[in-house]
Structure formats: C-alpha cells, structure tokens
C-alpha cells in the first residue's frame, strides 16, 4: 500500500515581518528534510492552497496570526475536526484569506483526512519590517512541535 | 435635539487588505464620508530607488498578491520605454497572454468570491457553496485555468519569477500550450454561464455621470499598450500622466487620492474599460453583453460584476486566440542597454490603470520610482458614489445600509493592499 502523503505547508510574505513566520518554519525545517514528507512554501493564495491540501492525507499548515495575543505565542488547531475560528488567520492580505480556502475545501468536501493548523503570533506585519525577536524564537518551538508532529503521523503511516 | 447617527464598519470583509469606512448622518443629512486606509504607503517606492533596473518587475510583484503579473508589466514597459525598446511578435504575445490569465484569475474571484454574496445576500462565498456546490466547483475550476497561465508563463501561480526587461527568460515551445488549449475550451463555455448568472441578479438602482479612464488601443481590446484616454476628452501619451493626474494627501488616509488636475475624481477599472473599447471586444463578449442588458457603456457600477465576467470571457477567448497563432520565438528577449532615461507606463491591471515611472542612471540603478495603483486612483470615487448613494437610501435600517454601502465600496474590488493596507465602517447617527 503506498504511505499516505503528508505535506507542511508554510504560508507567508517575506516583505511584511512576522508575517514570513510560516514560510520561515518550512525553510527550518527543509535544513533536516524529514523523509517522505512534502515541503511546500505558499503565498495563501487560497486556489493554490485548496489544490495542494486536495491531494494529501495530511497537511500540517504554518502561518502567521494576529489574534491580539503576545507575539510569539504558538496556536494549534486541529482544523479536520472543527471549523476554525473565525478572526483566524485572516491577517493574510489575501481577501479570499487562507481560512476561507480551509472553509471553502471543507464546504465542498476536499478537506484531507487530517489538517492541523499552527498559527504563530506575529506583531509587525507592515512592509519592510524585520521580524520580531519573540517570533523568531518561537520558530524554533514551531520547528521541534512539527517534527514531533511528523513523528506521529509517520508512526500512524507505517502502523498502517 | 440634533439627531446624529453613525454608521462605522471597523472592519471591512471581502476587500483586498484591510481599511474602514465612516459615514456620519446628522438630522437625517448625510455629513461625512471616509474611506479609511492605513498603511505606509510609499515603501516600495523607497524600496526600488538604488536597485538595478533588472529588480524592478520582481520587487513590484510583491505589492499584491491578487495582480503581480500587472506590476511586473508596468514595470518591464516602463523599463523599455525608458531604454527604447519595443518587445514585438509572440513577445508581445505572451505578455498579453499572461495578463489573460491574471485577469481570468482575479475577476472570477472578485466576482464569485467577495461581491456575488451581496447581491445574493449572503455572508460570504463558502456559504454560496453548501447551497450551490457546482457553480462554486466551476468558478474555482475556472479560476485555475488562470492560474495554469500565470505558472506556465510566470514559472509560477503568484509572484511569477519568468517576465524580465525585454521578454521572458524562458518562452513555452507551442506543445507546452496543450492542456491549457483543452481548459481553455471548457472555460470559454463557463464565462458564457457566469456572465448569464450575475445578468440575473438584483442591482440597486444607480448610476452617476463618470470620467471613465482607460487605456485605448487601435487594434486590441487595451492590456498593455495604448494612450490614456477619457469620455471627457482626455487623450494623452504615457509620459504625459504627470501633467494631468495629480496625488493629494487626505488626512483620514493613507493612500493619496488620485484627481484629474482639469477635472476632479474618476473611475478606472472594467467598467470604464468596457465603455471606452467596448467596440474592441469580439463578437461573443459583445453579442452576451447585449443579451445581460448591457449597452455600449454602462454607468451603474453595481453591474460591474457583469462587466468582470464579460472580461472573463474576453480574456479566455483572447487567450485561446494567441495560442493558436503562437509560433515560438527564436529568443525569449530582446538585448536590454540601460542608459540615464526616465521610462513610463501604464498597464490595465484587473481594476484599472496601473501607473510606474522611473528614472534610471547610466547604468541603470533606480534613482526614483512612482506607482500609482488603480484602487488610489478610484478612492475618491467610491466615496463620491457614497456621497450619492447614502442619502437615497437613508432610511433603511442601519445593517442594511452598512450592508449596500460595503457593496458599493466592493463594485471597485478595492485592492486596498496595493493601495496601501487595512479597512475598518462608521455609520454615525448619534
């Protein structure tokens, strides 16, 4: 049987601060590729997305939020079991925001099996801004909660 | 006891980025309109000045998410107006043909997406899809048919890495055209239904006296050639944008707003395309504009959905028209010498004229750029259309009012991002 496709896609602008928090996690994590995992870097352009997450099993989804949390502060939600939040990830400058594309798919049944969703808390989203030094530290958490992530979903691929 | 009433959106949905509006109603007179943006707005100006002329189209792109493929063409024929440079043959092709795919892409979006759950009231297009999955399936399957453009031309969905100064870096052999040629058949077959959808649906009874501004072309339906033109009697040269277009700073934005020196506000985007080169769409898109109930030009910019899904069309058609002709050239670009030049350029972005200047040195290192997008252009529209629309409608309650005036400001599918970033409305009736 072949291994079910897990794929970790970061989400992000690289121009706008915190807001490359997810495509900075993928590229972390790209430094290890963890073996047989899929590693996609996206804009949240939400078609882009509904496409990539349609052809997996699993997709662990990065992305920076303002929720009006503390900065660097780490969400996850486990987005194949419940509608996600409304104000969630909605900081994209996309209209059609990475959460409608997570709606959109579950609306017309093309969620994966399994989605699970890390937002990281960013606090400078302007153009040109560097990253804040609380999100740059809670990459490292993201990184290491992701491969653990993995770990699991990897043991539940080859239990099957 | 005056009697004040404020209507305040703190957040608009469904708008590109983020902005306000405040609309103020004192003893049931409409006071005050603000379209709110904030943003830093001019960074990537400051950004470009003192990079290479080669940075230009790529740096630009990232300004919006929605329509890169509009900044890069701005940018690369600023760059060869400035140079002397003309891109001729299937060159010039394939810039228009990836411009076919990101106005394919961004209208059915805005169209479906972020303005048809006005008309059809609901909350917003995922809503549209558990009562009408079909369409919502067609409508992004059509969408990707724009996106498979852009990433066959542009190397990639969003922020396309393969459109340089002089052409591409890389052209499609005619072969790679083959799939997309199939897609393209059934989206032709798509617009038709989209088009005959939102014909159907219910518009508010408006229409205002416009300065339409477009670009206008001889022989094409305007992408990225043509003079700057107007029904009021503008007809200019690129490079003489400056003299007749002029950015004021409004203090309740961050985004300047755009006025014609002679006159005052206009409008740019589909609409005033449309109205100004109706006569250059093919037959199809023409014979379906009649049939939706549109005449040569339109004023009513609630039926600009219509207008987005006649584009749509066009753009698929046109799309289809450029690949069977397509013979692959010997070089994807031609020689670029950069010398001390100022270049211009206007493009049709899907909302309307994107503006870019730039100085070079003798090498070609950006001494000064300017930008000017479509939705800064269309601010002090929209809020003119406010202006007019309020006080015809002032009696409704305040959630439908908030509700028909968030429609109107999305008639102009605001790129507020590109613009600058964030919208939040106020109805104030005290």
């Known amino acids: 049987m072949d291994s079910e496709k897990i794929i970790v896609i970061g989400i992000g602008n690289e121009f706008r601060g915190d807001d490359a928090a997810g495509l900075l996690v993928v590229r972390r994590l790209k430094k290890k590729q963890p073996a047989g995992v899929e590693l996609r870097e996206q804009s949240g352009e939400a078609i882009a997305l509904m496409e990539t997450m349609d052809r997996a099993d699993a997709v662990i989804l990065v992305d920076a939020v303002q929720s009006g949390v503390e900065a660097g502060q780490i969400h996850r939600y486990d987005a194949s079991e419940q509608a996600m939040p409304a104000q969630f990830l909605r900081c994209s400058t996309h209209n059609f925001s990475v959460h409608d594309a997570i709606e959109m798919a579950r609306a017309l049944g093309k969620l994966p099996p399994r989605l699970m969703v890390y937002g990281i808390e960013g606090s400078r989203f302007e153009p040109g801004a560097e990253l804040s030094p609380a999100v740059q530290t809670a990459l490292v958490e993201t990184v290491q909660r992701i491969n653990e992530e993995l770990q699991i979903l990897m043991g539940m691929n080859t239990d099957a | ?430």
């Not at chain 2, 990537?44 to 002329?53: I, T």
């Not at chain 2, 060869?80 to 003309?86: D, S, T, Y």
């Not at chain 2, 549209?128 to 399936?137: G, M, N, R, T, Y």
């Open chain 2, 1 to 430: 006891m005056k009697k004040t009433k404020i209507i305040k959106v703190d957040y608009l949905a469904r708008v590109e980025g983020e902005g306000a509006l405040y609309l103020k109603i004192e003893d049931k007179k409409l006071t005050d309109v603000k379209l709110k943006i904030f943003e830093p707005p001019r960074f990537f100006e400051a950004f470009l000045r003192d990079r290479d002329y080669t940075e230009a189209p790529d740096i630009t792109a990232r300004i919006c998410g929605i329509c890169p493929v509009a900044y890069q063409m701005s940018a690369v024929h600023a760059m060869e107006n400035a140079f002397g440079i003309q891109v001729t043959g299937p060159l010039r092709d394939l810039r228009r043909l990836i411009y076919c795919g990101e106005w394919i892409e961004s209208h059915i979006l805005h169209a479906f997406m972020l303005h048809a759950p006005d008309f059809l009231g609901y909350q917003d297009a995922i809503q549209i899809a558990k009562d009408h999955k079909e369409l919502i399936e067609n409508v992004l399957r059509f969408k990707k048919t724009g996106n498979e453009i852009v990433a066959l031309l542009g190397g990639r969905e969003i922020h396309p890495i393969n459109v340089k100064v002089g052409g591409f870096y890389k052209a499609p052999r005619r072969e790679d055209f083959k799939s997309l040629r199939e897609n393209l058949k059934w989206a032709r077959d798509f617009a038709v239904e989209a088009v005959r959808f939102v014909a159907k649906l219910p518009f508010p009874d408006f229409e205002r006296d416009y300065e339409f501004v477009a670009l206008q072309h001889p022989d094409e339906y305007p992408f990225n050639e043509g003079r700057v033109v107007s029904n009021k009697g503008l007809d200019i040269d690129v490079s003489q944008y400056d003299d007749h277009f002029e950015e004021q700073h409004v203090k309740h934005s961050n985004a300047l707003h755009s006025v014609l020196k002679e006159r005052d506000s206009y409008f740019v985007g589909p609409m005033a395309r449309y109205s100004l080169n109706h006569a250059q769409l093919p037959k199809i898109a023409r014979d379906l504009a009649k049939e939706a109930g549109l005449g040569k030009t339109c004023t009513n910019p609630f039926k600009s959905i219509i207008i987005r899904c006649i584009e749509s069309l066009f753009a698929v058609d046109e799309a289809l028209r450029i690949i069977e002709n397509y013979e692959m050239p010997d070089q994807p670009a031609v020689t670029v010498e950069p010398r001390a030049a100022t270049g211009y350029a206007c493009t049709e972005a899907p909302r309307g004229i994107l503006y870019h200047r730039y100085r070079m040195d003798e090498k070609g290192i950006i001494q000064d750029a300017k930008i000017v997008p479509p939705t800064s252009q269309n601010q002090k529209t929209i809020e003119n259309d406010l202006w007019a629309f309020v006080p015809e409608h002032m009696d409704q309650a305040d959630d439908k009012l908030q509700w028909q005036c968030e429609q109107a400001i999305r008639n102009y599918d605001p790129c507020i991002s590109c613009a600058t970033h964030f919208l939040k409305m106020d109805v104030d009736r005290g």
